[in-house]
T-cell receptor, first 114, second 111 residues
């Protein structure tokens, strides 16, 4: 069974631009969560989607948004990029209908903002 | 808000040693706790998941224990190998449908 896939793997953007990241969960998984990882703040929760509905959101500004499609694939969008948005963005999928099921992570998208 | 702490932040051991990594959390009302490893620049690999009703889980050379009342978990690695070198992260989930992560322990196993 294929694991969680994320595209693109690497991305370079300039300040003020916007970016869209994609995550395909493990087949049969309906919950997708997004995390931001930086050296200073560690792993921080962005949001979680289940059956196309955002169930929970972390403490990030409104520039960070996401959505989930009917096939459970999820996208994350960051508008008006800032230098501080440079990070590894990870998504995780879970088979259970609660995020406190076992989480399986993708390889991440490395975003660099210049 | 749940806070997760991992001690030590870094650990270096000779190959073959047994070692223990520690994870503590402030809110004992958790649903589960999961241990991960992360290799440099990579995603997270799930190692062990302990449900709140369980006391421990084992997989090969790894054993994780959970003491909810004291807010602690330990990851025991037996007979460490150079391939075990990575950052180990623990994460807890409770009400709110999200995981809270510790800052990790960077492990180096010296051949």
């Amino acid at each position: 069974k294929a694991g969680v896939t994320q595209t693109p793997r690497y991305l370079i953007k300039t300040r003020g631009q916007q970016v869209t990241l994609s995550c395909s969960p493990i087949s049969g998984h309906r919950s997708v969560s997004w995390y931001q990882q930086t050296p200073g703040q560690g792993l921080q929760f962005l949001f979680e989607y289940f059956s196309e509905t955002q169930r929970n959101k972390g403490n990030f500004p409104g520039r960070f948004s996401g959505r989930q499609f009917s096939n459970s694939r999820s996208e994350m969008n960051v508008s008006t990029l800032e230098l501080g948005d440079s990070a590894l963005y990870l998504c995780a999928s879970s088979i259970q209908d609660r995020t406190f099921g076992e989480q399986y992570f993708g390889p991440g998208t490395r975003l660099t903002v210049t | 808000k749940q806070e997760v702490t991992q001690i030590p932040a870094a650990l270096s051991v000779p190959e073959g040693e047994n070692l223990v990594l520690n994870c503590s959390f402030t809110d004992s009302a958790i649903y589960n706790l999961q241990w991960f490893r992360q290799d440099p620049g990579k995603g997270l690999t799930s190692l062990l998941l302990i449900q709140s009703s369980q006391r421990e889980q084992t997989s090969g050379r790894l054993n994780a224990s959970l003491d909810k009342s004291s807010g602690r978990s330990t990851l025991y690695i037996a007979a460490s190998q150079p391939g075990d070198s990575a950052t180990y992260l623990c994460a807890v989930s409770n009400t709110g449908n999200q995981f809270y992560f510790g800052t990790g322990t960077s492990l180096t196993v010296i051949p």
